[in-house]
Nanobody, 127 residues
Framework: QVQLVESGGGLVQAGGSLRLSCAAS????????MGWFRQTPGKEREFVAA????????NSADSVKGRFTISRDNAKNTVYLQMNSLKPEDTAVYYC????????????????????WGQGTQVTVSS
């Protein structure tokens, strides 16, 4: 069992930056690939970024490439999402998730492949 708690959300102006954190407890997070997803009311959950168990492999959505960076510190059981050049369309609730993957390099993009989810943190970008 893994518990995930996100933090770092808030209100920021367009062009600004935020860093989200996801603290994992329970089984060590280094056993899981980690991902960030986001969702706005009335829309489906959207993949944002993922990182492999060791942190050596990452994947991100085209909409955030070049602006968002996912990273992890396995010693601290924490995953980060650095968000730069934020746009109003980035406004959403951001969720952290953990996936048991058979391969250490896997970076799942599909929500159904994740086993544990956090409660989410709101990010609001004003224009």
């Amino acid at each position: 069992q893994v518990q995930l708690v996100e933090s770092g959300g808030g209100l920021v102006q367009a062009g600004g930056s935020l860093r989200l954190s996801c603290a994992a407890s329970g089984r060590t997070s280094s056993s899981y690939a980690m991902g960030w997803f986001r969702q706005t009311p009335g829309k489906e959950r959207e993949f944002v970024a993922a990182i492999s168990r060791s942190g050596g492999n990452t994947n991100s959505a085209d909409s955030v490439k070049g602006r968002f960076t996912i990273s992890r510190d396995n010693a601290k059981n924490t995953v980060y999402l650095q968000m730069n050049s934020l746009k109003p369309e980035d406004t959403a609730v951001y969720y952290c998730a953990a996936a048991k993957t058979p391969f250490s390099v896997s970076v799942p993009r599909t929500g159904g492949r994740y086993d544990y989810w956090g409660q989410g943190t709101q990010v609001t970008v004003s224009s």
